[in-house]
């Protein structure tokens, strides 16, 4: 019954490693989302995708990409991770794109991911 | 700059109180404005959206308003209940994706 789902909920490495966070979701949602909720819990959104269009929050490192192998799945992979990466990062999925209207967020349980 | 300021980072009430809580923002118009509660250790839920054509929104306890000459929308929580303790955020949806307010943690004791 999970409608958006990450793995894993929890992950420590060392700086300097790449690390992949998996996103689902079983909702039939066409934009997927990426979000960084930093120590101060401001959630802030790193990327917006559907597919038809990437939209990137310009001050997010290049270090950090989204890969989607299909609608339903919204990938992060982080390259060279620094100590300023640890966060919760949160995904979202919702049904049309930003500023469409029927723009509700459904977001996964979260990953803590802590950089060492 | 833009900015979306939650006026109280934390607000303490007494059970069966309304709660009141505001979102200004600036330099921004959005078309849509969103309501979420967040528990810790857990993502935000959605709890409303308001439009900018109307006024105000109500869904059980709960009641938004959205002011877009003023750039502020106000969320109500009428009949407060322990339960309603969390974090509370506003969001304004525009083309390049939602922006959060940092939240306002609300707690209501019995």
């Known amino acids: 019954d999970t409608a958006v789902s990450q793995t894993p909920k929890y992950l420590v490495t060392q700086m300097g490693n790449d690390k992949s966070i998996k996103c689902e979701q079983n909702?039939?949602?066409?934009?997927m989302y990426w979000y960084k909720q930093d120590s101060k819990k401001f959630l802030k959104i790193m990327f917006s995708y559907n597919n038809k269009e990437l939209i990137i929050n310009k001050t997010v490192p290049n270090r950090f990409s989204p890969k989607s192998p299909d609608k339903a799945h919204l990938n992060l992979h982080i390259n060279s991770l620094e100590l300023g990466d640890s966060a919760v990062y949160f995904c979202?999925?919702?049904?049309?794109?930003?500023?469409?209207?029927?723009?509700?967020?459904?977001f996964g349980p979260g990953t803590r991911l802590t950089v060492l | 700059s833009q900015k979306i300021e939650q006026n109280s980072e934390a607000l303490n009430i007494q059970e069966g109180k309304t709660a009141t809580l505001t979102c200004n923002y600036t330099?921004?118009?959005?078309?849509?404005l969103q309501w979420y509660r967040q528990d810790p250790g857990r993502g935000p839920v959605f709890l409303l959206l308001?439009?900018?054509?109307?006024k105000e929104k109500r869904k059980e306890r709960l009641k938004v308003t959205f002011d877009t000459t003023l750039k502020q929308s106000l969320f109500h929580i009428t009949a407060s209940q322990p339960a309603d303790s969390a974090t509370y955020l506003c969001a304004l949806d525009i083309s390049s994706g939602m922006r959060f307010g940092a939240g306002t943690r609300l707690t209501v004791k019995p």
């Open positions: 308001i439009r900018e054509n109307e």
């Open positions: 330099n921004y118009s959005p078309a849509y």
């Open positions: 909702l039939g949602h066409d934009t």
């Open positions: 979202a999925s919702s049904q049309d794109a930003a500023g469409a209207g029927r723009n509700e967020q459904f």
